[in-house]
C-alpha cells in the first residue's frame, strides 16, 4: 500500500527544504470554516497542523502492511539540538530548534491572518506552536535518551514557540528532564520509529553542550541512507509487526562523555 503524496519524493538540495507531504484525510474530520471569496471550507491553520501532525498515529497502524521498499518519509526537518547543564553538572534537559520543510510550513500557514501578509509573529504562531508540542507529545518527542545505559524520561516541552524564515516554519522548544541526571556517558538519538519524518540535523555545528563541565566532550553520528539494511527486511517482517522501529535506522546518535 503506498502513502500518496503531491509530489514525488527527491533528493535534498541545499537551502530550504522543498519536500511534499501528503495529503490525505485520515480517521477524523476536522473543523472548517467559510473563507469570504473562498468556495468550500479552509481549514485553521492549526487544524492543518493537528491533521499532518496527526498523520504520524495512522503511519504506526498503516505500517504492518506497508513494505520496506515502501517505507519513507513525508516530513522533513532540518534540526539543531542543545544538550543543557546546571552548574552541578546534572542534564536537565534538551533544547531543540526543528525547521521544517517549507511545503508542510505552507499548509500549517493555511487561513491563518496575519496584520501584514507573509510576515507572522510569535503571537500570531502561538497557538501552531502549541498545537505542534502537544502533537509532539504521543511520540515521545522523538528525542531518546540513556545515562549510563539507564533510560530517561523527559516532561512536557517549555519555552517553546514558532517562528517564520525563509518560507520555513522553525519549533524551537526546551525539553526538560523529567529528573536531571548526572552520567559519565550519555546517548541521546532522534529520530521517528515510523520514519513517517525524517530528521536531518544541520551541517557546521549541529549539537552543543550549553553549560557542561570543561571535561565533557560531545560525538555526533548522523545516520546512514539505510538502504542496504532496508532491503534485507522482507515484507513478512513487516507483517509480523517487526518494523515497530523501522526508523531507528535513521537516528541521529549523540553521545557525550564526561569523566
Given at each position: 500500500?503506498?502513502?500518496p503524496c503531491l509530489h514525488p519524493s527527491s533528493p535534498r538540495t541545499r537551502g530550504p527544504i522543498r519536500r511534499a507531504v501528503p495529503f490525505r484525510q485520515v480517521g477524523r474530520h476536522h473543523p472548517s470554516q467559510q473563507t469570504p471569496g473562498v468556495m468550500g471550507p479552509r481549514l485553521r491553520g492549526d487544524d492543518v497542523l493537528s491533521m499532518l501532525l496527526g498523520l504520524l498515529a495512522f503511519v504506526f497502524a498503516l505500517s504492518a502492511g506497508?513494505?520496506?521498499?515502501?517505507?519513507?518519509?513525508?516530513?522533513?526537518?532540518?534540526?539543531?539540538?542543545?544538550?543543557?547543564?546546571?552548574?552541578?553538572?546534572?542534564?536537565?534537559?534538551v533544547r531543540h530548534a526543528w525547521?521544517?520543510?517549507?511545503?508542510?510550513?505552507?499548509?500549517?500557514?493555511q487561513g491563518l491572518n496575519t496584520k501584514t501578509k507573509g510576515v507572522y509573529t510569535r503571537e500570531d504562531l502561538a497557538p501552531l506552536a502549541?498545537?505542534?508540542?502537544?502533537?509532539?507529545?504521543?511520540?515521545?518527542?522523538?528525542?531518546f535518551a540513556k545515562a549510563?545505559?539507564?533510560?530517561?524520561?523527559?516532561v512536557d516541552p517549555v519555552d517553546y514557540f514558532l517562528e517564520y524564515k525563509d518560507s520555513a516554519l522553525t519549533?524551537?522548544?526546551?525539553?526538560?528532564?523529567?529528573?536531571?541526571?548526572k552520567a559519565k556517558q550519555t546517548a541521546l538519538e532522534v529520530f521517528d520509529p515510523a520514519y513517517f519524518i525524517d530528521f536531518k540535523?544541520?551541517?557546521?555545528?549541529?549539537?552543543?553542550?550549553?553549560?557542561?563541565?570543561?571535561?565533557?566532550?560531545?560525538?555526533?553520528?548522523?545516520?546512514?541512507?539505510?538502504?542496504?539494511?532496508?532491503?534485507?527486511?522482507?515484507e513478512n517482517n513487516f507483517m509480523n509487526g517487526d518494523?515497530?522501529?523501522?526508523?531507528?535506522?535513521?537516528?541521529?546518535?549523540?553521545?557525550?562523555?564526561?569523566?
Open positions: 500500500m503506498r502513502i506497508v513494505s520496506s521498499a515502501q517505507a519513507h518519509p513525508h516530513v522533513w526537518i532540518t534540526a539543531k539540538s542543545e544538550v543543557v547543564y546546571a552548574p552541578d553538572g546534572t542534564i536537565t534537559g525547521t521544517f520543510d517549507d511545503m508542510f510550513s505552507t499548509y500549517a500557514l502549541q498545537t505542534n508540542v502537544e502533537s509532539l507529545k504521543e511520540f515521545g518527542f522523538f528525542t549510563d545505559g539507564k533510560k530517561e524520561k523527559f519549533l524551537h522548544f526546551m525539553l526538560p528532564a523529567k529528573t536531571p541526571f540535523f544541520e551541517d557546521g555545528d549541529p549539537i552543543k553542550l550549553v553549560g557542561a563541565p570543561a571535561s565533557c566532550k560531545v560525538q555526533f553520528q548522523r545516520p546512514n541512507d539505510g538502504t542496504a539494511n532496508a532491503q534485507r527486511l522482507s518494523n515497530s522501529n523501522y526508523g531507528a535506522m535513521f537516528a541521529n546518535k549523540i553521545m557525550v562523555e564526561c569523566p
